[in-house]
């Protein structure tokens, strides 16, 4: 075994965790059939939205997918700590030929941030509803000079004793970039946003009962009589009431179905969101190139000595 190989065994040996999935104990239900949010065929952004401010909402990001050399517009996102993005965990690819990044487009600044770790709920089921449909990527940068200098900022999350609300508030705010044809990253369009109103779940669950899918307490409706929805490309983008992010875009029928978008609520996954702040997470850690290089290089030099 010569030492190259040596160094990746014992690379990914000290790194079990990293690439650990826990069991989401679901059963095989129903399959939310959401289109693929990687497809860049369409020009698709938030149905019958209209042009607002990256300004205004400084806290928004564009989350890019690298794999075999080329990027592509994924999803959005919302910085909530410096140096932490709230996105969807259907957003995540964890392929490990993929690595992500954030475009900040905050005024007239676009900087490239490449993400260090991402984390997945460990029991989000994409065939059951995309229920726990939440991730968080922790950047290679905490931005402090784009905060200092008002170019961007955080997102107001909930209270705890928001998750007992249902409705949590009735308007809400959605936005994202979209859908685009092109894979050339830099090129940005004006951010969409659209007015909503949210539903009790109950109401939402009586709708989509002929499609035998279930909407849970950890999930928010949303519905407009005019269109406005958000639709491929927009997920893990936000659904704000007023100031507060009170949700994230997971998954909805189509723009040809006349049925409720359903989104993640974040007041039930402060729990999911503490543990990763706090180093105590049991889920799916994947590491960023930077951090996996660094570590690959260490033992590579202490196994040369």
Known sequence: MTIFHLGVFLTLFFLPTCFYKQSDGQDDKAHVEVEDSHDLDAQVRVLGGRSCSTKQYGFMV????????????????????????LTAAHCIDESKSNYYSVIIAANTHKRTILVEKYYVHQ????KDSHVNDIALLELSSRLDAYFRNGDIKLVNLPKPEDND???????????????????????????????????PNRNCEDIFRSRHYRIYQSQICTYSEKGVAAYVGDSGGPLMCGEVQVGIVSWGMGKDEPFPNVFTKISDHFDFINQVQQGHFNGTCVLGPILFLTI??????????
């Not at 029991?123 to 994409?126: G, I, M, T, V």
């Not at 949590?168 to 970039?177: A, F, P, V």
């Open 62 to 85: 564009l989350v890019i997918r690298t794999h075999q050399g080329t990027s592509y517009r994924t999803c959005g996102g919302t910085l909530f700590k410096p140096g932490w993005v």
């Open 296 to 305: 690959f290089m260490l033992i590579s030099c202490i196994l040369v000595k």
């Open 123 to 126: 029991k989000y089921s994409k």
């Open 165 to 199: 609300t249902d409705p949590i508030c009735e308007d809400g705010l959605i936005m994202g970039w979209g859908k685009m044809r092109s894979s050339e990253v830099p090129e940005i369009p004006d951010l969409q946003c659209g007015d909503v109103e949210l539903i």
